[in-house]
């Protein structure tokens, strides 16, 4: 079991920066890949960005590269999140899955459908 607890969201305007925290607890190791993920009102969750712990490898999703920035130190995970905008405004989740990925090029998914352990999510909302 890996527990997941988010924290960092509020209430911000456009052009401005909120940093999201996600402290991961439970059975993980750095074989587990790690990812933000959030649901806009009445839309789909959707991928935001993933990281591969043992090398470092982040993948990100169009709509935030450039923007957002995925870190992980030690059991914290962060989503820096600069230059937001109202379609950003979203519940955001991170995740960590039980699959145990080795190799020298291992990128981690950015489909929620593959991760199998979430938080409870922390609202994000960007006025214009």
């Known amino acids: 079991q890996v527990q997941l607890a988010e924290s960092g969201g509020g209430s911000v305007q456009a052009g401005g920066s909120l940093r999201l925290a996600c402290t991961v607890s439970?059975?993980?190791?750095?074989?587990?890949?790690l990812g933000w993920f959030r649901q806009a009102l009445g839309q789909a969750r959707e991928g935001v960005a993933s990281?591969?712990?043992?090398?470092?490898k982040t993948i990100y999703v169009d709509s935030v590269k450039g923007r957002f920035t995925i870190s992980r130190d030690r059991n914290t995970l962060y989503l820096q999140m600069n230059s937001l905008n109202a379609d950003d405004s979203a519940l955001y989740y991170c995740?960590?899955?039980?699959?145990?990925?080795?190799?020298?090029?291992?990128?981690?998914?950015?489909?929620?459908?593959?991760?199998?352990?979430w938080g409870q999510g922390t609202q994000v909302t960007v006025s214009s």
């Open positions: 995740a960590a899955d039980s699959t145990m990925r080795v190799g020298r090029h291992v990128s981690c998914p950015t489909l929620p459908q593959l991760y199998n352990y």
């Open positions: 439970g059975n993980f190791n750095s074989e587990n890949c």
């Open positions: 990281i591969y712990p043992l090398s470092g």
